[in-house]
Every structure is written in C-alpha cells, then in structure tokens.
T-cell receptor, first 117, second 114 residues
C-alpha cells in the first residue's frame, strides 16, 4: 500500500534558522514522485518542490531543498534561513507513476510550522 | 490571469439546501480534481476527471455530483447539504503525461452548512 507519513504535527523555528520537516513514504513502485506543498493561513495550496525517484541529485528551489534518502524512503524538506512568512502548514505528497491510477496523489497529514521572531 | 479559478470563494447555507461550486483552469491540463479539506486540514480526494472522463471516484456520498463539460471545467454540485459537508473544497488540475504531474490548486471554496 502507498502511504505518506509526516510525524511532526507541529514545529517551531527561530527566524533565520534552518528547519527540517520530516516525510517518509512507502511504495513498491520504482517510479514515483514526491511533492511538498505549503498552505499559509490564507488557505491557498502552494507547490514548493518536486523530487523524482530516479533523480540523481536532491531537488532545490531557492531556500527549499529536499533531502532525498531513497534507501530510507524519506524525503525531508529543508527550509534555510526561515522567514516569518514561512509560518504555514506543509504537506508532503507522492505519486506512483506505474500505479493503476497514477493521477492520484497520496497525502500526508501535514506539519504546522511556526517561525518565531 | 488565474491558472485555476473556482467560484464562489465562500458559501453559507442551511442544511438541506443544494449548492454548486464551479472550477476552470487555463493551463491546458488534461486532469482536474476535487479535494475536500476538513477542519483538521486533512486533504481527501473526491473526484478526478481526465479529458471529461471520470477516473477517480472515492467513497463520497452520492449527494455529491461532479460534472465536466470540457477538460477546462469541472463543477461540483452538492444536494441536501449536511452539517458534515462543512469544509474547504479545492479544485486542482495537473498534466501527468510528459510532466511531473504536480497539482495546481484553486484558492478553495469554504462551505459552511448551518
């Protein structure tokens, strides 16, 4: 069965420090993609970063990087130099490309991040 | 130009009423979705259409009926609203083939059933 686990319901970080949000996944499909989304208090869902299972390097997008450890089945999001605007809910999601329904994303329960000034 | 737009943004209604939410995407994507996000922020997929064909139909009460007149539009009609239907409903679209398949979300429609 495919599953995404985010074990941290809530996290705190000081402004300007780095923070890691954990995500572990489970799939038997060798071809999959991992996504991180941000949902601020205003409610919109914002795509942050993507990692493909065959990508050789960890994905980076500005202050966001994905620490992809395939053997451990983890895809942690690292936010460097935290800003107050990073306070939000963060969701990890996975798509298995060879699954019967490869358009369906499997979602984690989310991690609420609060950045303290 | 908004990529995925859904209307209305807010709905407040009485139990037993019927309501509709409309969604349009101008990204040229082949797949559209309806998600429900409850008060605990859990995202649950409800339906998905690929080129007007229903491809995902999760365990959703048949009071919920999606309709896709074309691949750029996906509407959601809800009959006989119940208190438990109160949630934020997100429309999303994606292009899976030849792409990573990331979802692009609308701003959400907050439904409150009194």
């Amino acid at each position: 069965a495919q599953k995404i686990t985010q074990t941290q319901p809530g996290m705190f970080v000081q402004e300007k420090e780095a923070v890691t949000l954990d995500c572990t996944y489970d799939t038997s499909d060798p071809s999959y993609g991992l996504f991180w989304y941000k949902q601020p208090s205003s409610g919109e869902m914002i795509f942050l970063i993507y990692q493909g299972s065959y990508d050789q390097q960890n994905a980076t997008e500005g202050r966001y990087s994905l620490n992809f450890q395939k053997a451990r089945k983890s895809a942690n999001l690292v936010i460097s130099a935290s800003q107050l605007g990073d306070s939000a809910m963060y969701f990890c999601a996975m798509r298995a490309f060879n699954a019967g329904n490869n358009r369906k994303l499997i979602w984690g329960l989310g991690t609420s991040l609060a950045v303290n000034p | 130009d908004t990529a995925v737009s859904q209307t209305p943004k807010y709905l407040v209604t009485q139990m037993g009423n019927d309501k509709s939410i409309k969604c349009e995407q101008n990204l040229g994507h082949d797949t559209m979705y309806w998600y429900k996000q409850d008060s605990k922020k859990f995202l649950k997929i409800m339906f998905s259409y690929n080129n007007k064909e229903l491809i995902i139909n999760e365990t959703v009460p048949n009071r919920f009926s999606p309709k896709s007149p074309d691949k750029a539009h996906l509407n959601l009609h809800i009959n006989s609203l119940e208190l438990g239907d109160s949630a934020v409903y997100f429309c999303a679209s994606s292009q899976v083939y030849g792409n990573t398949g990331e979802l692009f979300f609308g701003e959400g429609s907050r439904l409150t059933v009194l």
